[in-house]
Protein backbone atom coordinates (compact mmCIF):
# COMPACT_ATOMS: atom_id res chain seq x y z
CA UNK A 1 0.00 0.00 0.00
CA UNK A 2 2.91 2.56 1.33
CA UNK A 3 4.59 1.59 -2.77
CA UNK A 4 1.37 2.40 -4.27
CA UNK A 5 1.00 5.81 -2.48
CA UNK A 6 4.18 6.49 -3.38
CA UNK A 7 4.36 5.41 -7.04
CA UNK A 8 1.12 7.78 -7.06
CA UNK A 9 2.64 10.77 -5.91
CA UNK A 10 5.71 10.27 -7.97
CA UNK A 11 3.56 10.26 -11.20
CA UNK A 12 1.87 13.32 -9.93
CA UNK A 13 4.62 14.94 -9.18
CA UNK A 14 6.08 14.04 -12.80
CA UNK A 15 2.30 15.44 -14.35
CA UNK A 16 2.17 18.57 -12.35
CA UNK A 17 6.30 19.23 -13.58
CA UNK A 18 5.53 18.57 -17.06
CA UNK A 19 2.42 20.36 -17.86
CA UNK A 20 4.03 23.48 -15.61
CA UNK A 21 6.94 23.27 -17.90
CA UNK A 22 4.17 23.38 -21.20
CA UNK A 23 2.60 26.64 -19.87
CA UNK A 24 5.34 29.22 -20.69
CA UNK A 25 5.43 32.77 -19.62
CA UNK A 26 3.67 35.66 -21.24
CA UNK A 27 5.90 37.12 -23.81
CA UNK A 28 6.29 40.85 -24.41
CA UNK A 29 4.35 41.11 -27.59
CA UNK A 30 1.62 39.66 -25.52
CA UNK A 31 1.54 42.37 -23.55
CA UNK A 32 2.34 44.79 -26.21
CA UNK A 33 -0.98 43.47 -27.85
CA UNK A 34 -2.99 43.88 -24.81
CA UNK A 35 -1.92 46.89 -24.17
CA UNK A 36 -2.66 48.40 -28.23
CA UNK A 37 -6.18 46.51 -27.94
CA UNK A 38 -7.06 47.98 -24.74
CA UNK A 39 -5.98 51.86 -26.35
CA UNK A 40 -8.17 51.26 -28.94
CA UNK A 41 -11.24 50.21 -27.38
CA UNK A 42 -10.83 52.95 -24.61
CA UNK A 43 -10.79 55.53 -27.54
CA UNK A 44 -13.84 53.48 -29.29
CA UNK A 45 -15.50 54.45 -26.02
CA UNK A 46 -14.90 57.89 -25.96
CA UNK A 47 -15.86 57.67 -29.78
CA UNK A 48 -19.18 56.21 -28.99
CA UNK A 49 -19.81 58.29 -25.60
CA UNK A 50 -19.33 61.81 -28.47
CA UNK A 51 -21.66 59.96 -30.80
CA UNK A 52 -24.21 59.76 -27.50
CA UNK A 53 -23.67 63.16 -26.94
CA UNK A 54 -24.03 64.45 -30.76
CA UNK A 55 -27.19 62.15 -30.99
CA UNK A 56 -28.94 63.60 -27.80
CA UNK A 57 -28.40 67.44 -29.25
CA UNK A 58 -29.99 65.90 -32.44
CA UNK A 59 -33.06 64.89 -30.54
CA UNK A 60 -33.52 68.22 -28.60
CA UNK A 61 -33.01 70.03 -31.83
CA UNK A 62 -35.97 67.79 -33.68
CA UNK A 63 -37.85 68.14 -30.81
CA UNK A 64 -37.57 72.02 -30.86
CA UNK A 65 -38.68 72.01 -34.32
CA UNK A 66 -41.16 69.74 -33.69
CA UNK A 67 -42.95 72.25 -31.14
CA UNK A 68 -42.33 74.87 -33.40
CA UNK A 69 -43.82 73.09 -36.55
CA UNK A 70 -46.93 72.32 -34.14
CA UNK A 71 -47.49 76.20 -33.21
CA UNK A 72 -47.06 77.52 -37.01
CA UNK A 73 -49.71 74.73 -37.68
CA UNK A 74 -52.10 76.59 -34.93
CA UNK A 75 -51.08 79.61 -35.88
CA UNK A 76 -52.15 78.61 -39.65
CA UNK A 77 -55.28 77.47 -38.54
CA UNK A 78 -56.59 80.52 -36.62
CA UNK A 79 -55.41 82.40 -39.92
CA UNK A 80 -57.55 79.51 -41.79
CA UNK A 81 -60.39 80.32 -39.40
CA UNK A 82 -60.22 83.95 -39.86
CA UNK A 83 -60.04 83.69 -43.50
CA UNK A 84 -63.18 81.69 -43.30
CA UNK A 85 -65.24 83.78 -41.51
CA UNK A 86 -63.87 86.75 -43.77
CA UNK A 87 -64.89 84.51 -46.63
CA UNK A 88 -68.17 84.21 -45.36
CA UNK A 89 -68.54 88.27 -45.18
CA UNK A 90 -67.26 88.32 -48.39
CA UNK A 91 -70.10 86.10 -49.76
CA UNK A 92 -72.56 88.19 -48.16
CA UNK A 93 -71.20 91.31 -49.23
CA UNK A 94 -71.36 90.00 -52.92
CA UNK A 95 -75.15 89.14 -52.13
CA UNK A 96 -75.55 93.02 -50.81
CA UNK A 97 -74.08 93.82 -53.95
CA UNK A 98 -76.24 92.10 -56.44
CA UNK A 99 -79.46 93.17 -54.35
CA UNK A 100 -78.32 96.68 -54.88
CA UNK A 101 -77.73 97.11 -58.43
CA UNK A 102 -74.63 98.82 -58.16
CA UNK A 103 -72.32 97.55 -61.06
CA UNK A 104 -69.07 98.91 -59.09
CA UNK A 105 -70.22 97.29 -55.75
CA UNK A 106 -70.65 93.86 -57.43
CA UNK A 107 -67.13 94.66 -58.65
CA UNK A 108 -66.03 95.30 -56.00
CA UNK A 109 -67.26 92.64 -53.33
CA UNK A 110 -66.21 90.20 -56.40
CA UNK A 111 -62.56 91.50 -56.24
CA UNK A 112 -63.13 91.13 -51.98
CA UNK A 113 -63.87 87.77 -52.48
CA UNK A 114 -61.08 86.49 -55.05
CA UNK A 115 -58.21 88.26 -52.34
CA UNK A 116 -60.37 86.09 -49.13
CA UNK A 117 -60.08 83.40 -51.21
CA UNK A 118 -56.58 83.00 -52.47
CA UNK A 119 -55.65 84.25 -48.67
CA UNK A 120 -57.26 80.99 -47.63
CA UNK A 121 -55.51 79.10 -50.21
CA UNK A 122 -52.28 80.68 -49.01
CA UNK A 123 -53.15 79.74 -45.29
CA UNK A 124 -54.53 76.03 -46.06
CA UNK A 125 -50.82 75.88 -48.46
CA UNK A 126 -48.63 76.57 -45.40
CA UNK A 127 -50.59 74.86 -43.02
CA UNK A 128 -50.12 71.51 -45.22
CA UNK A 129 -46.58 72.33 -45.43
CA UNK A 130 -45.93 72.79 -41.83
CA UNK A 131 -47.50 69.62 -41.78
CA UNK A 132 -44.82 67.93 -44.15
CA UNK A 133 -42.14 69.46 -42.50
CA UNK A 134 -43.78 68.32 -38.68
CA UNK A 135 -43.73 64.21 -40.25
CA UNK A 136 -40.39 65.36 -41.37
CA UNK A 137 -38.84 66.44 -37.97
CA UNK A 138 -40.85 63.15 -36.51
CA UNK A 139 -38.66 61.16 -38.65
CA UNK A 140 -36.13 62.74 -37.62
CA UNK A 141 -36.15 62.42 -34.08
CA UNK A 142 -37.17 58.57 -34.36
CA UNK A 143 -34.25 57.98 -36.79
CA UNK A 144 -31.90 59.90 -33.70
CA UNK A 145 -33.42 57.69 -31.32
CA UNK A 146 -32.86 54.67 -32.85
CA UNK A 147 -29.01 55.99 -33.14
CA UNK A 148 -28.23 56.59 -30.18
CA UNK A 149 -29.78 53.14 -29.08
CA UNK A 150 -27.55 51.73 -31.32
CA UNK A 151 -24.42 53.94 -29.89
CA UNK A 152 -25.35 52.43 -26.33
CA UNK A 153 -24.59 49.43 -27.54
CA UNK A 154 -21.37 50.08 -29.52
CA UNK A 155 -20.52 51.57 -26.12
CA UNK A 156 -21.50 48.77 -24.29
CA UNK A 157 -19.61 46.63 -26.39
CA UNK A 158 -16.39 48.98 -26.14
CA UNK A 159 -16.81 48.94 -22.11
CA UNK A 160 -17.11 45.37 -22.22
CA UNK A 161 -14.06 45.27 -24.69
CA UNK A 162 -11.63 47.50 -22.49
CA UNK A 163 -12.65 44.81 -19.32
CA UNK A 164 -12.15 42.12 -21.20
CA UNK A 165 -8.41 43.86 -22.63
CA UNK A 166 -7.80 44.54 -18.92
CA UNK A 167 -8.14 41.15 -17.45
CA UNK A 168 -6.00 39.41 -20.76
CA UNK A 169 -3.08 42.56 -19.89
CA UNK A 170 -3.29 41.57 -16.16
CA UNK A 171 -3.00 37.92 -16.45
CA UNK A 172 -0.39 38.39 -19.48
CA UNK A 173 1.69 40.62 -16.74
CA UNK A 174 1.53 37.94 -13.71
CA UNK A 175 2.31 35.44 -16.16
CA UNK A 176 5.62 36.94 -16.99
CA UNK A 177 8.22 36.27 -15.04
CA UNK A 178 10.13 38.96 -12.92
CA UNK A 179 13.00 40.61 -14.16
CA UNK A 180 16.16 39.98 -12.56
CA UNK A 181 17.45 43.20 -10.59
Avoid at 118 to 126: F, G, I, M, P, T
Avoid at 141 to 158: C, E, N
Wanted: glycine share 4%; with cysteine.
Amino acid sequence: MNRLTSWTMVATCAIVAVAGLSVSPARAQDVREDRQDLRQDRGDVRQDTRDIRGDRQDIRQDTRDIRSDKQDIGKDTQGIQQDRTALRGARQQLRDAYKSGDPNAVKAARENLRKTRSSLRADLKDRRGDFRDLHHDRQDRRADVAGLHQDKQDRRAAERDVRRDRRDLHRDLAARPPRPQ
